[in-house]
């Protein structure tokens, strides 16, 4: 659900200025409140500088809910063709605000992309190192505080159930193997 964008908070502003230039060009910002109402976000969305027909999102202004003793930025990537992406990020930070999910690496929110693609191949979405950029999400912080970022990767059920298997490590070698494109949630599985 959209919401009329509100004032941003001096650490938004900042977190905008440091994170847009590594994400893209074209930025906007949109701002989401939960289906309760209770939680609102706002979303940045960048065109790939490279190629016009990817979008990377960021939640803006999560690092302020602590989960874990860490403060937390969630992005992601998606062809322009799943535009519902912004929204999966939204829902996945609602999740984390509201109740208390742990976005830290390797962890799995389930059923998230299936929430808004049914029909894809990609049904949940696990966190991991934002490896798209080096180290230079690594090393952010926003007012003098450390962030982590993490990229939300599309995966599987049965990605999922080897992950839980076998850990994220194994996971990751089948990936680096296929050389997945983490763009597309209707890729097919590494793990039938």
Avoid at 23 to 46: A, E, H, K, Q, W
Avoid at 49 to 65: I, P, T
Avoid at 132 to 157: N, Y
Wanted: proline share 5%; net charge negative.
């Amino acid at each position: 659900m959209y919401a009329p964008v509100l004032y941003p908070s001096n650490a938004q502003i900042e977190l905008f200025s440091r994170i847009s230039p590594l994400l893209g060009v074209n930025p906007t910002v949109t701002n989401y409140v939960d289906d309760f109402g209770s939680c609102n976000l706002d979303i940045l969305r960048c065109t790939d500088s490279v190629d016009q027909n990817v979008f990377f999102y960021s939640s803006l202004g999560l690092m302020g809910y602590s989960v874990n003793g860490g403060c937390h930025e969630i992005v992601m990537g998606g062809y322009k063709q799943y535009p519902e992406i912004e929204a999966i990020v939204a829902s996945c930070a609602f999740f984390v605000i509201r109740n208390r999910w742990d976005c830290g690496l390797g962890n799995v929110f389930e059923s998230v992309v299936e929430m808004y693609y049914p029909k894809a191949t990609m049904k949940h979405i696990m966190f991991y190192y934002p490896y798209l950029w080096d180290r230079r999400m690594s090393s952010l912080t926003v007012l003098g505080c450390p962030v982590d970022v993490v990229l939300g990767v599309p995966i599987s059920h049965s990605e999922f159930i080897y992950s839980r298997r076998y850990g994220i490590h194994a996971l990751e070698i089948l990936f680096d193997r296929a050389g997945i494109d983490i763009f597309d949630i209707n890729r097919n599985p590494v793990v039938r």
